[in-house]
Every structure is written in structure tokens, then in C-alpha cells.
């Protein structure tokens, strides 16, 4: 079945750029949209944006500034940069694939399968 | 944005217990309603989608109902292992948005 793992530093300086990597296994990262979700301590689920395997990207307008999403079908892997990080932007940041489901006449969005996160903390 | 908010914040119940959690949309989102469960240090698990459609794999214990702007969550008898904070979201536009979510105890 297909399994999603984030990775990258789990220490960014402020105003540093944030690179995470989401690496699919398990079946082709084609056919989808992969989502960028974050949750900062305490706090809810953010989402921050989705790319689909060619190359058109959904953003968060709160974060679209500073955000960057990208896909490499060769590796599997979906990337996400964030620019100008600040200690407001310290959370866990997750992957997650799309799926599209029709009922009733209607075609339905949700994200099946999510990987564990990683931390992220912002401190100089 | 559409603004989702969740009813209660946390709650405590005892293993058995019927558990119900209230999601409300600041617009009509029709029935374009997503509910997770999120355990920490864990990948979050989709529960249902289309507000009432149970995810392939989740325990028939969960279910979802409504429509328009008013959601509900119901686990039918808690079990220990939903020990968790489960989160609706609207997926019926961008951006897509969550709830605060709602902490569910064990008592």
C-alpha cells in the first residue's frame, strides 16, 4: 500500500527557507494531488497547499507568499519550501495524498493517507 | 474562507459511551465534509468523507451525518483506542479549512 515520509532539518533559523521532502512509496505519485497540511503546538490543522503530478499547484493564500510546492515523478517525491521563516511558522509538517471519490451524482475530495510528519522548530 | 468550528473542544467519556462531536460551516458547504482522527506522533487517519461516507478500513463505530452548514461525528460505543483529536474540514473550496478540533478523553 502506498506509504508517504516526510523529511528534512528539524531546526530552521528565522528568515532561513524551510526545505521538506515527502518521499512516496508503494504506488506511482501519478493520478493525485499531494497536500502540504501543518500543525504548530496546540493549535489546529493548517493546510498550506497541493500540487498535482503535473505540476499545477492550489495554495493557501495566508501562506502563498512565502510557499513554494514542487513534484518530481522520477523520484516519487513531492517538495514543499517555505521562505522567511519565522518562529510563528514552527510546527509539524505533513504530506498527504488526495483522493477523489463519486457519489450521487458528485465527485468528493479528502486525504486518505497522510504520512507521520516531522517537526519543524524555528530558533536561532 | 470558511470558517469551521467544532463543538466541544474536548470531551471525557467512558469506554461504551455513545460520543457525539458537532462541526458547523460559516456557509453552506453541502455535504463537502471530511472528519479525521489525529494521534500524536502518528499519520492522521481519514474517518469519513462526503459527511457521512465511512473511509474504507475505519471501525463501523464512527459514523457521520448532515448537510448544508451542521455536521455531527458520532463514535457509537468508545473503545480506548479513540483516544485521540478529531478534526472536521470542509473540502468545498480553497482554501480547504478545519475545524479546531475536539480532544476526546478517557474516563
Known amino acids: 500500500q502506498v506509504q508517504l515520509q516526510e523529511s528534512g532539518p528539524g531546526l530552521v533559523k528565522p528568515s532561513e527557507t524551510l526545505a521538506l521532502t515527502c518521499n512516496v512509496s508503494?504506488?506511482?505519485?501519478?493520478?493525485?494531488?499531494w497536500n502540504w497540511i501543518r500543525q504548530p503546538p496546540g493549535k489546529g490543522l493548517e493546510w498550506i497547499g497541493d500540487?498535482?503530478?503535473?505540476?499545477?499547484?492550489n495554495y493557501n493564500p495566508s501562506l502563498k507568499r512565502r510557499v513554494t510546492i514542487s513534484i518530481d515523478t522520477s523520484k516519487n517525491q513531492v517538495s514543499l519550501k517555505v521562505i522567511s521563516m519565522t518562529a510563528a511558522d514552527t510546527a509539524v509538517y505533513y504530506c498527504?495524498?488526495?483522493?477523489?471519490?463519486?457519489?450521487?451524482?458528485?465527485?468528493?475530495?479528502?486525504?486518505?493517507?497522510w504520512g507521520p510528519g516531522t517537526t519543524v522548530t524555528v530558533s536561532s | 474562507d470558511i470558517q469551521m468550528t467544532q463543538s466541544p473542544s474536548s470531551l471525557s467519556a467512558s469506554i461504551g459511551d455513545r460520543v457525539t462531536i458537532a462541526c458547523r460551516a460559516s456557509q453552506s458547504i453541502s455535504k463537502f465534509l471530511v472528519w479525521y482522527q489525529v494521534k500524536p506522533g502518528k499519520a492522521p487517519k481519514l474517518l469519513i468523507y462526503a459527511a457521512s461516507t465511512l473511509q474504507s478500513g475505519a471501525p463501523s463505530r464512527f459514523g457521520g451525518s448532515g448537510s448544508g452548514t451542521d455536521f455531527t461525528l458520532t463514535i457509537s460505543s468508545l473503545q480506548p483506542e479513540d483516544l485521540a483529536t478529531y478534526y472536521c474540514q470542509q473540502s468545498y473550496n480553497f482554501p480547504w479549512t478545519f475545524g479546531q478540533g475536539t480532544e476526546v478523553e478517557i474516563k
Open positions: 508503494g504506488d506511482s505519485i501519478s493520478d493525485y494531488y
Open positions: 498527504a495524498r488526495r483522493s477523489y471519490a463519486y457519489l450521487r451524482g458528485l465527485g468528493y475530495y479528502a486525504m486518505d493517507v
Open positions: 500540487i498535482y503530478y503535473s505540476g499545477a499547484t
